[in-house]
């Protein structure tokens, strides 16, 4: 089966937060997550994949923008497919619980890592070596829903002094994003992003496949 991936899902949309929201990208959603947060948007991908050979995935990929994602897309072995995505700018969003090393060699590749908050209930699960090896063009991201969850992303990003930006993304009805705002002004972080999934605004919250 090396060869082949448990895809959930392949579309086209554009980017809904990150470096390129807004930007067009095609996605690879892959099956499977190790994790399970409270507030998770895509439980659907815990399971339910289809067997997809390198090719045939490939072959629906439009734009040379590419968001790798699931579920966790690191518990598959994704090496063939990122050889054969060279000439793309290939995004891997993965939750921080396993390891990126294994793929800080592909020059087309970047990361958006996920530091799990209290809220989620994974914040244990971090494997810590992840945040240390984060690069200037990866991506830092953390998910809030609470004051606790803001307070403690501020303590690790001054534990790990990350090179790369830092986005902080509000869980979906869970908390305004004015209150992110007075909490950045509050302590002056100048290195955060405040991120809307734009996604959840253009389409409806639970839409698939945008």
């Known amino acids: 089966m090396k060869n082949k991936l448990y895809v959930n899902e392949l579309f086209n949309s554009i980017d809904g937060e990150g470096r390129r929201a807004g930007e067009l990208a095609s996605f690879i ?4 997550c190790n994790l399970r947060c409270s507030y998770c948007d895509t439980t659907y991908a815990f399971t339910e994949g289809t067997p997809m050979a390198v090719e045939e995935i490939l072959s629906q990929l439009r734009y040379r923008n590419i968001t790798l994602t699931g579920g966790e897309p690191l518990l598959q072995d994704v090496h063939l497919l990122l050889q ?3 000439d793309r700018d290939v995004n891997i969003e993965t939750n921080g619980s396993v390891s990126i090393r294994p793929y800080l060699s592909y020059s087309h590749v970047w990361f958006t890592v996920d530091y799990k908050s209290i809220s989620s209930g994974m914040t244990t699960a971090m494997k810590e070596e992840n945040f240390q090896l984060l690069r200037p063009q990866d991506v830092l991201k953390f998910v809030v829903g609470t004051h606790a969850d803001l307070e403690q992303a501020r303590k690790i990003c001054a534990y ?3 090179s790369c930006p830092i986005y902080i993304s509000a869980v979906f009805a869970a908390i305004e994003p004015k209150e992110i705002v007075a909490y950045m002004e509050a302590y002056r972080l100048m290195n955060w992003r405040l991120q809307l999934q734009l996604h959840k605004y253009i389409w ?4 698939r496949g945008v």
Do not use: D, E, H, W
């Open 160 to 162: 790990f002094k990350p």
């Open 204 to 207: 409806p919250p639970t839409a």
């Open 29 to 32: 959603r892959l099956c499977g």
């Open 84 to 86: 054969r995505l060279q």
